[in-house]
């Protein structure tokens, strides 16, 4: 089975998605996602211009070593920009190869090793109050894990808000619209909306929180600490993790389960937080880090340290991502949890898909291949619309990390 065609469709059905589309001479067909927030059109010129030709002729069976031959091959390794590309073309093969077979991509894997899928749903307010009414929504919607975030006094546009509606969305300007980030006003904010959730709630849900990269080793440390006693089920992205020794300083201090990963490329990003056990929860999932064949490379690695699965699921990664995300999950023995931040109705329809969401589970599907198509002729009716993730500003005008 040989490779005789690839094509780029780029739709903006209420946000900017790129899918890559590879045809074979037996009339199979597989789709992959290839979108990055805020830089789409890097990643389709990398397509279209640099894979693209290379694919053409080539077995559309050999994953592997088309995977290698992307990555070895182009002597200009890992980046954001060259892993979604090779991840676009790794997830549409595996969706070819799934389909060939005749099985739903999980069997290729190995079979299930669960029922369904647990995952995060993401509540958010303007203030705590706001908040603690969002997180009681999700808990009526039969989420068992639900992701907080609440505006903070003094800071403008504080990560994780949304305005309004559940579909919260931060790309949403044609130009980077300002924010600010005051690192003392979030340490006396963050504890209180927990504090105001457990009181509400009790312990029967699990809480997680999103830190964004926004805080210094040392004020992570202090921030893990003093949530402890709320037991959250994860702290994700407490400090830039470019220097990754910066962990040990937050786990001498804390017991509260971290999370890191939703923009690492490779199995290298995360090397050293693996092998020091310095975080619990590896973000990880199916277009950041190079495709399934990448993927579970890294789960392979924390396995090893008892670290789990959590991959990154936010309205940025399409329903192709999701879907393969799911027969990811379904087969990963060292399975944690999966981020599940609801697509728009436009979305879904312009990419239908056999998953479906039932009492705080993901459910995957059994059509062959990863379960998710493009309808092309609805996608071309919502064009490209460039939008930009916003910037982070201390008082000052000092640029901070978004
Ligand atoms: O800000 O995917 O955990 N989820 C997140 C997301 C990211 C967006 C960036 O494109 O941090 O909301
Ligand atoms: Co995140």
Not at 364 to 369: A, L, Q, R
């Given at each position: 089975m040989r490779i005789t065609a690839a094509r780029v469709i780029v739709t903006c059905p209420g946000r900017n998605f790129v899918t890559l589309k590879i045809e074979t001479d037996q009339g199979l067909t597989g789709i992959g996602d290839a979108t990055l927030n805020g830089r789409e059109k890097a990643v389709v010129a990398y397509l279209e211009d640099h894979v693209i030709p290379c694919l053409i002729g080539q077995a559309a069976d050999q994953i592997e070593h088309i995977w290698q031959y992307l990555y070895r091959g182009a002597y200009w390794r890992r980046g954001p920009v060259t892993m979604r590309a090779i991840a676009a073309v790794d997830v549409a093969l595996w969706d070819i190869k799934a389909k060939a077979a005749g099985m739903p991509l999980y069997q290729?894997?190995?079979?299930?090793?669960?029922?369904?899928?647990?995952?995060?749903?993401?509540?958010?307010?303007?203030?705590?109050?706001?908040?603690?009414?969002?997180?009681?929504?999700?808990?009526d919607m039969g989420y068992k894990a639900?992701?907080?975030?609440?505006?903070?006094?003094?800071?403008?546009?504080?990560?994780?808000?949304?305005?309004?509606?559940?579909?919260?969305?931060?790309?949403d300007a044609a130009l980077p619209s300002e924010t600010t980030w005051?690192?003392?006003?979030?340490?006396?904010?963050?504890?209180?909306?927990?504090?105001?959730?457990?009181?509400?709630?009790?312990f029967d849900h699990h809480l997680l929180h999103d830190a964004h990269h926004r805080y210094t080793p040392q004020e992570a440390a202090s921030l893990a600490r003093r949530l402890e006693d709320f037991r959250l089920f994860w702290l994700e992205d407490l400090t830039p993790a470019e220097n990754q020794a910066a962990f040990r300083l937050i786990r001498q201090h804390s017991t509260t389960p971290l999370a890191v990963g939703e923009i690492f490329n490779t199995i290298w990003d995360a090397k050293q937080l693996i092998e020091e056990q310095l975080i619990d929860y590896i973000r990880t999932t199916v277009v950041g880090a190079g495709?399934?064949?990448?993927?579970?490379?890294?789960?392979?690695?924390?396995?090893?340290?008892?670290?789990?699965?959590?991959?990154h699921g936010a309205t940025d990664l399409s329903p192709v991502t999701?879907?393969?995300?799911?027969?990811?999950?379904?087969?990963?023995?060292?399975?944690?949890?999966?981020?599940?931040?609801?697509?728009?109705?436009?979305?879904?329809?312009?990419?239908?898909?056999?998953?479906?969401?039932?009492d705080g589970f993901l459910h995957v599907g059994d059509t062959p291949g990863h379960g998710v198509t493009i309808d092309e002729t609805l996608?071309?009716?919502?064009?490209?619309?460039?939008?930009?993730?916003?910037?982070?500003?201390?008082?000052?005008?000092t640029m901070w990390n978004w």
């Amino acid at each position: 089975m040989r490779i005789t065609a690839a094509r780029v469709i780029v739709t903006c059905p209420g946000r900017n998605f790129v899918t890559l589309k590879i045809e074979t001479d037996q009339g199979l067909t597989g789709i992959g996602d290839a979108t990055l927030n805020g830089r789409e059109k890097a990643v389709v010129a990398y397509l279209e211009d640099h894979v693209i030709p290379c694919l053409i002729g080539q077995a559309a069976d050999q994953i592997e070593h088309i995977w290698q031959y992307l990555y070895r091959g182009a002597y200009w390794r890992r980046g954001p920009v060259t892993m979604r590309a090779i991840a676009a073309v790794d997830v549409a093969l595996w969706d070819i190869k799934a389909k060939a077979a005749g099985m739903p991509l999980y069997q290729l894997l190995g079979g299930r090793s669960r029922d369904r899928v647990m995952v995060y749903g993401h509540a958010n307010g303007a203030d705590i109050a706001e908040t603690v009414d969002a997180v009681g929504r999700y808990i009526d919607m039969g989420y068992k894990a639900i992701r907080a975030q609440s505006g903070i006094p003094g800071i403008k546009d504080a990560y994780g808000v949304g305005r309004g509606t559940l579909h919260y969305e931060p790309a949403d300007a044609a130009l980077p619209s300002e924010t600010t980030w005051d690192t003392a006003k979030a340490l006396a904010h963050v504890p209180q909306l927990f504090e105001a959730l457990r009181a509400t709630y009790g312990f029967d849900h699990h809480l997680l929180h999103d830190a964004h990269h926004r805080y210094t080793p040392q004020e992570a440390a202090s921030l893990a600490r003093r949530l402890e006693d709320f037991r959250l089920f994860w702290l994700e992205d407490l400090t830039p993790a470019e220097n990754q020794a910066a962990f040990r300083l937050i786990r001498q201090h804390s017991t509260t389960p971290l999370a890191v990963g939703e923009i690492f490329n490779t199995i290298w990003d995360a090397k050293q937080l693996i092998e020091e056990q310095l975080i619990d929860y590896i973000r990880t999932t199916v277009v950041g880090a190079g495709g399934i064949t990448h993927l579970r490379r890294i789960a392979d690695l924390a396995s090893l340290y008892q670290i789990r699965t959590g991959c990154h699921g936010a309205t940025d990664l399409s329903p192709v991502t999701m879907g393969a995300a799911l027969h990811f999950d379904t087969w990963v023995p060292n399975f944690g949890i999966q981020e599940y931040m609801r697509h728009t109705p436009e979305t879904d329809a312009v990419f239908p898909h056999d998953y479906h969401f039932e009492d705080g589970f993901l459910h995957v599907g059994d059509t062959p291949g990863h379960g998710v198509t493009i309808d092309e002729t609805l996608a071309a009716r919502y064009p490209y619309q460039p939008a930009f993730l916003p910037v982070a500003m201390l008082e000052d005008g000092t640029m901070w990390n978004w």
